[in-house]
């Protein structure tokens, strides 16, 4: 996992050698503000699946400052009651600032953990942004976690988090406003064309409250997947997006690694700043060098 | 500037011809947490730099869902008494979900703004996420701003955002709490290393109380950097992000527009969901074709 993580050439060999032994954990993302409880919901929830005698994987994403690169939260300090629990197996991911980067990772931390047996994968993401989305492509089952208050918010929040989630959770539903949370996603649902209505439910992570019905929801959705063989366009385009990000990556360093290009491209730069070239002309000629390159590289 | 927007191949030989032009306008990002009052501030703002007899474009970035792709907040109803001004200009751009994208097009505007002869840019960022921390790449002075309620936030949000601020402003400072906020960045900017300890401002932003202040020490930091030749160091590395995402661009065009590439890609992921290959091995063998091809294309 370390090794995925410093995106080391050789997690790439031993992925490839353990991918065939993968395809049996249902991979569920769990997104949505801070402060939404996810990490409680998401304890009791694994706590559920181990109940049922599933094994757990926990994958926890948390925001890295793209400067400083320490995680905010580690994940001894999260969970601790699931710590003790032989069928769960929890891991952080800093994210290091490189967005691709985390979407691919957090694909190849579920293989792993996959072909390790676990039945069931939590991807949690900390925190609002791209992350969230892209994470949610991984997953079968998405899960957009709100609270009461943030009905304020909602019209901010729905771009990208109305779309992507299964399955929504009011948590913290002893709050005032709940109900009304409720209504307002379901309203808004309700103008959007769905093949199938995401599911609204309410819960109180800290009691556990609601969480058994989370679980069947995404049991629910997870035999909706397979009936309708929507889950095959959902692995089709999961696994396109990272042959996508692996090549992307390989050519990258090929040319920004190569000693001529990096030459010129730093001269180039003077040039822009001096007045002599545009950043056009530059990416031009650096094209141009790279292809006369050509199969030697 | 729709151009831009689309990425459509006429905005580059527009750009190219125009670039000689640009080089005066200073650059200003805004940014930071939904509900802090952003839009009010950069409307203030632009006023002091109309008074001070400086022209103003302005870019705001909505965020937009990646899957249905409509801004949601336009120009037209956003920063209403600017409209008429006309010394300020106004454009909104809708993020369409593309990240590397987005910082592209956002430079390019201010590139564009600029060659027209815009003394002032200020980039505004809606909504948080990697976007922010991008277009800070872009902004010569990036101000962050903060509302006295973000106490509770500030643990999580100071990932990336307190390292990208050059000014940080807590708006709506007639609230409680708000002495309190600037002395807990004060506390946190303390512990950290710094050639020029950003600046912590309290405004009112419907009130225009600070905004004087703001606009000084815009003035203050411009003149650090020009001093210190700092400004060369930013810009280098605007143009090396946006040399190296045009030649990227160009690249996976030319990859994965390519009839073979495309026919592989699809019989390597029906291959891969059969359980008859790996995405790693898919990956190389889809670099090894594209290199076969070599200067062909």
New interface residues.
């Given amino acids: 996992m370390t090794l995925i993580e410093n995106n080391d050439h050789k997690a790439?060999?031993i992925?490839?050698t353990l991918?065939?032994r993968t395809?049996n954990a249902w991979r569920i993302g769990i997104t949505g503000p801070?402060?939404a409880g996810k990490s409680t919901l998401v304890e009791k929830l694994a706590m559920e699946c181990v109940k049922h005698n599933l094994s757990v994987g926990i994958v926890c994403i948390d925001?890295?400052?793209?400067?400083?690169g320490g995680a905010?939260l580690g994940d001894r300090v999260r969970m601790s009651s699931l710590f003790l629990d032989p069928k769960v197996f929890i891991r952080s991911m800093a994210t290091r600032?490189s967005?691709g980067g985390i979407a691919k990772a957090t694909k190849q931390m579920c293989d792993l953990l996959d072909a390790f047996k676990k039945d069931i994968i939590i991807i949690e993401t900390?925190?609002?942004?791209?992350?969230e989305?892209d994470v949610a492509g991984i997953a079968f089952t998405t899960i957009v976690v709100l609270v009461p208050e943030a009905g304020?918010?909602i019209?901010?929040m729905?771009?990208?988090l109305?779309?992507?989630a299964d399955i929504f959770v009011v948590n913290k539903s002893d709050r005032d406003g709940a109900d009304k949370m409720v209504m307002e996603i379901q309203s808004i649902l309700e103008m959007k064309d769905f093949d199938r209505i995401p599911v609204v439910l309410k819960t109180i992570g800290t009691e556990g409250k609601g969480v058994t019905d989370l679980y069947k929801s995404i049991l629910e959705h997870k035999d909706y997947l397979k009936v309708t063989n929507k889950i095959?366009q959902r692995?089709?385009s999961t696994?396109?997006t990272?042959?996508?990000e692996?090549?992307?990556e390989?050519?990258?360093k090929q040319?920004?690694r190569n000693p001529k290009i990096k030459l010129a491209?730093n001269r180039?730069?003077d040039n822009?700043?001096n007045?002599r070239q545009?950043?056009?002309?530059?990416?031009d000629k650096?094209?141009a060098i790279?292809?006369?390159l050509?199969?030697k590289?």
Same sequence: chains 1, 2.
């Fill in positions: 790439k060999s992925l490839n991918y065939p395809g801070p402060g925001p890295t400052s793209p400067f400083s905010i600032g967005l900390i925190g609002v942004g791209q992350v989305l304020d918010s019209q901010t729905k771009a990208g109305m779309e992507i095959k692995m089709q696994i396109q990272e042959i996508t692996i090549v992307q390989h050519i990258d040319v920004w491209l180039f730069i822009i700043i007045g545009t950043p056009y002309h530059a990416a650096i094209y790279w292809k006369k050509g199969r590289i």
